[in-house]
């Protein structure tokens, strides 16, 4: 059974692949990687590790859509390409921020919140993008989620608690606002093939940690 630090583990290396493909920057290692095969044994074999049907299952059809694909590192690559030219897009931005009745407490506040987040684990993004950019703060969930596996084998509960609670408080006041209505709405219009298992299983992973922290889910 998995222990404690086993479920952040996973986590961590879960939340990396929405994080690439949502990400500002291309990760060409990452893709290399991702093309191989085992990749997809490791994605399964870290669904598993959370004992979660859905997730489990959205991994598998991810994989097999990847399976599909002749050349996995140009179709991983134009995935991100068509994502990032949704940055210019008024309609569903990548912002968290900008989503809902969240832009009545102002998008320089929010901002900032999200940003004093990042300061508190000392993360410094990039100064060229928005601090609430999707690609960012599904990293920084990573982060997270990463340093508290660490402290758990480290035998610091203190410690690992605090990287927990911060994780379940950004998801909870930051990343669920927004997430599912922009992966909903970017679904909806990229045709690329990919992107219908890509956000089925960023969705079943984020709802597999509101459960697990007792949180709401899809405000939609």
Do not use: C
């Amino acid at each position: 059974m998995p222990t404690p630090s086993d479920r952040a583990f996973a986590l961590a290396r879960l939340y990396q692949l929405p994080a690439a493909f949502f990400s500002t920057k291309v990760d060409a290692d990452f893709f290399r990687y991702l093309a191989t095969k085992d990749a997809d044994a490791d994605l399964t074999g870290l669904a598993e590790q959370l004992a979660d049907p859905e997730l489990m299952q959205s991994a598998k059809q991810w994989g097999q859509e990847v399976a599909q694909q002749t050349d996995k590192e140009s179709a991983f690559e134009e995935l991100f390409e068509h994502l990032s030219k949704y940055v210019m897009a008024d309609t569903f931005p990548p912002y968290s921020a900008r989503y809902g009745n969240r832009q009545l407490f102002g998008e320089e506040q929010i901002m900032a919140d999200v940003a004093g987040f990042y300061r508190a684990f000392a993360v410094e993004p990039n100064e060229k993008e928005r601090v609430d950019h999707i690609g960012l703060e599904l990293e920084f969930l990573s982060f997270l989620a990463f340093k508290e596996a660490v402290a758990l084998q480290q035998h610091d509960p203190e410690r690992a608690s605090v990287s927990r609670e911060a994780r379940s408080r950004f998801l909870q006041e930051h990343v669920v606002p927004f997430l599912f209505a922009y992966l909903d709405a970017t679904d909806r219009r990229e045709p690329n093939k990919l992107m219908p298992p890509l956000a089925a299983f960023t969705r079943a992973l984020v709802e597999n940690e509101l459960r697990f922290f007792g949180l709401k889910g899809d405000p939609s």
